[in-house]
């Protein structure tokens, strides 16, 4: 996710939970009856439903309304209790209705085994007053908010008359609603931006198949047919599909984590994806976002959110992979990959210079840059500003090709161009962990030294072949 973020505000509307888990180890059968016996370990609360994804989005540092329903009773303050570590979150929407309890699951855990779950709750739609409320409170949130997210658990609180309510509340302020559905068809969510079923649901509301690509786009038109809008399938192991209303059709792998706890990963797809487009993303962008953070939610065991820092790590790890080694490419990116790199604990190099004829003095610096780490970028001076520096007689090969050679050699991982006559804004941008120059330098004449250095990194004064230079074979070729 982008640092140059606009702050997000989204409000996050729907069935709020309590997901409880009771935790420990069965070492025998009950004599009572064939069932196992769990000798108590521990218990934990944490924010289900709607309250999940208001915690995942305010981990992800957006401000969020919560409105939803709980009940006159201890769930209720467990749940404000474990909201209230979310400071971003806004529980002044939350309506109590006296005649139901909170929603809460009840999970019952021997290691990493659910043995079995109990569920507390009232399904049906609350009385008039109730939903009066919930419209009203839902009304106010909606008036400060970039995206609305209507989490629906058919659980009660988004009833007919609330979803209808809030969604032309919504359209009539130009704030696009993203659903998380639970009916057997879609029509209810017309005029929702985007709904976000997953495989089940998608069969469900159509009764078409996802096993392809070609068929999970073919039942995701057929439910953007039944309201209106776009349609973003999760499909578990097999990624996501997003069908847009322009006809454009996008899928996206899943990320490969070892799954442990498939619980809340939904409301974390649904939080990801309002942060990002809260922020300015493309649906696009915010997609890839929102398959990134579904990866780490199902790394963890239970119901549990995901937070800034661990969705950016697994982004620029994502960013790192994806280029081959020696790939040229911008600024920008260099900085994501190497903020990936030095998040799997690598340590990143860093040299530069023109390189227009590679000789041996080039590949002696390029060899001994890499032994000072585990992923070595080279900054390339562009042709404007080999030009300013060496005369209009050089480059003698342009940038394109002098990246190319340079980006062959095995010991290099990313050639990134710097138009600047120094590559200081460069090293400010990747934040190397090595800075490389050769011996000739004094240290006080190395450019980036001092902010490497001041960053805890440190510079080396590589040894170099004497009297090698490009400037020399030059020479030599004219005579």
Known sequence: ????????????????????????SVNRISPEAPVPVLLHGAERVVAGGAANVAANAAALGASVALVGLVGHDAAAESLRGVLADHAAIDLSGLVIDADR???????VMSGRQQIVRIDAEVSAPPGDH?????????????????VVVLSDYAKGALSDAVIAALVAEANAHGVPVIVDPKRRTFEIYRGAALVTPNRKELFEATGLADDTDLEAAIAAEAAANQFGGDVLVTRAEKGMTLWRRDGAVKHVPAHAREVFDVSGAGDTVLAALAVSLAEGSTIDTAMEIANAAAAIAVSKLGTAVVTRTELDAALHRAAADAVHAGALVGRDAAADIAAGW????????????????????????????????????VGLNSDASVKRLKGDSRPLQD???RARVIGALRDVDLVVLFPEDTPLQL??????????????????????????????????????????STSALVAAART
């Open 1 to 24: 996710m982008s640092e140059k973020r606009k702050p997000a505000r989204i409000a996050v509307i729907g069935d709020v939970m309590v997901d409880r888990y009771i935790t420990g």
């Open 101 to 107: 309890p909170t929603v809460t699951k009840t999970r």
């Open 130 to 146: 109730v939903t009066d409320a919930l419209i009203a409170r839902g009304k106010v949130a909606i008036r400060g908010a970039a």
């Open 342 to 377: 030095r998040a799997r604990g690598e340590t990143v190099v860093f040299t530069n210079g023109v390189f227009d004829l590679v000789h041996p003095g080039h590949i002696g610096l390029i060899e001994a840059a890499a032994r000072e780490g585990d992923r070595l970028i």
């Open 399 to 401: 940038e394109e090709a």
């Open 427 to 468: 090293i400010e941008a990747v934040r190397p962990d090595v800075l490389v120059k050769g011996a000739d330098y004094k240290p006080s004449e190395v450019v980036g030294a001092d902010f490497v250095i001041a960053a805890g990194g440190r510079l080396v004064l590589a040894d170099i072949l004497a009297g090698r």
